[in-house]
């Protein structure tokens, strides 16, 4: 099992950044990708961008060129830089998790609000 816990989340201005920080823990070693996802109220949880094991990393065009994602193996985190973000942006974001043979982990999700 894996344990995901997300931090950074809050309230920003239209044009300002935050960046999410996800921790892991627990089974680690099988961890094939990881990512971030966000539902907004009354829409379905869409993928923002993933990252997989060695490195390439994959974005929701709604995001590109405004997010970055990022993955530090040695503290077992991943992030997700936001610049110019915007009020469509507004949702809670999930850190996923991906091993092999196993089911998805899921984080217990961060809100973001962005006010115009």
């Known amino acids: 099992q894996v344990q995901l816990v997300e931090s950074g989340g809050g309230l920003v201005q239209a044009g300002g950044s935050l960046r999410l920080s996800c921790v892991a823990s627990?089974?680690?070693?099988?961890?094939?990708?990881m990512g971030w996802y966000r539902q907004a109220p009354g829409k379905q949880r869409e993928l923002v961008a993933s990252i997989i094991i060695g490195g390439s990393t994959n974005y929701a065009d709604s995001v590109k060129g405004r997010f970055t994602i990022s993955r530090d193996n040695a503290k077992n985190m991943v992030y997700l830089r936001m610049n110019s973000l915007k009020p469509e942006d507004t949702a809670v974001y999930y850190c996923?998790?991906?091993?092999?043979?196993?089911?998805?982990?899921w984080g217990q999700g961060t809100q973001v609000t962005v006010s115009s």
């Open positions: 627990g089974s680690m070693f099988s961890i094939v990708a």
């Open positions: 996923y998790a991906d091993r092999i043979l196993h089911s998805r982990s």
